[in-house]
């Protein structure tokens, strides 16, 4: 590619679930929330709608932070907003990451880090999880700039406890970025890394609005760390990076905890009885603290079962990558959806 | 600071405009449209808002793309949309600017460009416009990675004709970016590079909806150029950079192009009033195809004026930076805005 940096010529870019603009899917394959933000997001979106669009947004979210803050006992000055958690996951780059300096994270995981990595020509360090998906041994000596530690993990939805996280947060020799856009679906209560940042200077918590809060379309994140790391991202970070409906939403959101919350032990019900089902069906399935399952047939293509679910108007996510080619990612739909998708699945084994 | 890449720690931070939360400031620093946006579009969010809002947005925002193609008389692989006009630079400069790369640009213009410059820990070089505001003879020998022309530019008004950029982008030996966020004030019509792209392959023009739409609370911009650079470009950016509403938004404004004309028509009237007034008050007032003018009082520090204004709640542009301390930049809003301002700037005067 002409005029191009050799790096981004090289690369691949990062291909995102199938997002099908035809009806009539049902849509496990992106870890979307199956039930609608709280209606009182929708009124604050409503009211929003007003010729002040034609106004820039408050360049720091303000509003947003001192919420965000409130709800996650932290100061304002620990919280930035970002146009989703992707976006703070980009500046985190842009913040730590040079030509050539390391960047290291358990796999499998979230396949952005590495289209990131190679966006700064930085070096990627994978590291294997061992098979119980815990902090691997050699993670922390990789001489990293920055390690990431997606948790609840994706695609396997396992979890690792919080004093794993800071005996991880105090080995490496960079920032931790500890990726919790799952968090909220975890089993237990105190899953999330968020009261750590107070006593550990390079640990960053990334939250997103995508998941627990139904609000994927509208891309909110938050990224929260000490007040020196969140003012040199600030830096870095866009003018006015988030825009005046997506600010309101995620506040809105943030005021209304009881609606997230009831979704959420929604999705941990359905959940379960989707790992007893799919276990019932012969496969493995990792235990998941996330919105979805990783479900595995040890050393068996799933190709042809993601590609016949599909055929069925069922997307559920397939990664064509080594370790992965026997396992399917199924985000936790609503009960029917759940109930659809069993019954296809028992229909394709026959 | 610890962690941090020094080139980060190193640099300043771009300061946007005040953006004063507090009600009753006629607000004519940061180049806003004073008129609402259409009622087409607000329909549309209204329409939108609505339990989708849980899914992921298109991840290439193709509606949009398509809608802007047929517009601007390109091909949908021509476009790509960015999360205001600030992300598509920011894009670029990942793109096709690593560390110690040059970047050149006339200056006095937009100060984002030296913020992104600075992010990518590469080379800026500044090239004085002359007097005029013509393109400078020296720009394009610069050996620049990236060549920046902001067009009609901030802060001066003035606007350089299609031969010169054609010029410019066949003479520069690596990316020219032409930024037309106010293009679409221009005195005449056919001010845009816009038909230029398909002849010129090292050409990316950039447009914004924060300006002559009035949605600049939505954050949304287009980048139009060869299928190669798009395609790059779509490599680094995020993978869903944009959310639901603001697409739509956007798509609604475009196919509302009379809404958007009338209100260019009233700005340029407003312009015309402005830049006579403030003549007749003493000022140079530099032949403005945007929706703002710059005034001078050669060698005189203008930031006195600008804090009285303030005192008397208007908010105009005073750049704090040599060669600029002598100018006040100011937006052109309705008629009556138009007349405080020249009233209470005759009676600070007095």
Same mark, same amino acid.
């Given at each position: 590619?002409?005029?191009?940096?050799s790096?981004?010529?090289?690369?691949?870019g990062y291909v995102?679930g199938?997002q099908?603009?035809?009806?009539?899917f049902?849509?496990?394959?992106?870890n979307?929330?199956p039930?609608a933000p709280?209606?009182k997001?929708?009124s604050?979106?409503?009211q929003?709608?007003?010729p002040?669009l034609?106004?820039?947004?408050e360049?720091l979210s303000?509003?947003l932070r001192?919420t965000?803050?409130?709800v996650?006992?932290?100061?304002?000055?620990n919280?930035i907003?970002?146009?989703?958690s992707?976006?703070l996951l980009?500046?985190?780059l842009?913040?730590?990451?040079?030509s050539?300096?390391?960047?290291?994270f358990p796999?499998?995981?979230?396949s952005?880090y590495?289209?990131?990595?190679?966006?700064?020509?930085?070096?990627?360090?994978?590291?294997?999880?061992?098979?119980d998906?815990a902090?691997?041994?050699s993670?922390?000596?990789?001489?990293a700039?920055?390690?990431? !530690?997606?948790n609840?993990?994706? =695609? &396997?939805g396992t979890?690792?406890? *919080?004093?794993e996280?800071e005996?991880?947060?105090?080995a490496?020799?960079?920032?931790?970025v500890?990726?919790?856009?799952y968090v909220?679906f975890?089993?237990s209560?105190g899953a999330?890394?968020?009261?750590?940042?107070s006593?550990l200077p390079?640990?960053?918590?990334?939250?997103?609005?995508?998941?627990?809060?139904s609000?994927?379309?509208?891309?909110?994140?938050l990224?929260?760390?000490?007040?020196?790391?969140?003012s040199g991202?600030?830096?870095v970070k866009?003018?006015y990076?988030?825009?005046?409906?997506s600010m309101i939403?995620a506040?809105?959101a943030?005021?209304?905890?009881?609606?997230?919350?009831?979704?959420v032990?929604?999705?941990q019900r359905?959940?379960?009885?989707?790992?007893?089902a799919?276990r019932? !069906?012969?496969y493995?399935?990792y =235990? &998941?603290?996330a919105?979805f399952? *990783?479900?595995r047939k040890i050393?068996?293509?799933l190709?042809?079962?993601y590609?016949?679910l599909k055929?069925?108007?069922?997307?559920?996510?397939?990664?064509?990558?080594?370790?992965l080619q026997?396992c399917?990612?199924?985000?936790?739909?609503?009960p029917r959806e759940?109930?659809?998708l069993?019954?296809?699945?028992a229909?394709?084994?026959?």
């Amino acid at each position: 590619m002409r005029y191009f940096r050799s790096n981004i010529g090289a690369m691949a870019g990062y291909v995102p679930g199938e997002q099908p603009q035809a009806d009539g899917f049902i849509k496990l394959n992106t870890n979307e929330n199956p039930y609608a933000p709280s209606p009182k997001v929708c009124s604050a979106l409503r009211q929003a709608i007003a010729p002040s669009l034609r106004l820039y947004p408050e360049p720091l979210s303000d509003t947003l932070r001192s919420t965000a803050a409130s709800v996650y006992g932290v100061k304002r000055s620990n919280v930035i907003v970002g146009n989703g958690s992707d976006e703070l996951l980009s500046i985190l780059l842009r913040c730590f990451v040079g030509s050539q300096d390391r960047v290291a994270f358990p796999t499998p995981t979230y396949s952005l880090y590495d289209t990131l990595v190679d966006i700064q020509d930085g070096i990627t360090v994978h590291v294997d999880f061992p098979s119980d998906f815990a902090v691997p041994e050699s993670l922390a000596g990789q001489n990293a700039a920055v390690t990431f !530690l997606c948790n609840p993990n994706a =695609p &396997s939805g396992t979890l690792v406890s *919080l004093p794993e996280v800071e005996r991880l947060a105090r080995a490496v020799s960079g920032i931790l970025v500890v990726d919790e856009a799952y968090v909220d679906f975890a089993e237990s209560e105190g899953a999330s890394s968020i009261p750590l940042i107070s006593r550990l200077p390079n640990l960053v918590v990334l939250r997103t609005f995508s998941k627990s809060y139904s609000l994927a379309g509208m891309r909110i994140g938050l990224a929260l760390a000490s007040d020196e790391i969140i003012s040199g991202m600030m830096k870095v970070k866009d003018s006015y990076n988030v825009n005046r409906l997506s600010m309101i939403a995620a506040t809105a959101a943030l005021q209304d905890p009881a609606w997230m919350n009831r979704n959420v032990r929604r999705i941990q019900r359905g959940r379960k009885k989707l790992m007893a089902a799919l276990r019932r !069906l012969g496969y493995s399935v990792y =235990p &998941s603290h996330a919105n979805f399952v *990783l479900a595995r047939k040890i050393g068996q293509n799933l190709k042809g079962v993601y590609e016949e679910l599909k055929r069925r108007k069922i997307l559920v996510r397939y990664f064509d990558a080594p370790g992965l080619q026997d396992c399917l990612r199924i985000t936790v739909g609503t009960p029917r959806e759940i109930q659809v998708l069993l019954k296809e699945m028992a229909a394709i084994d026959d």
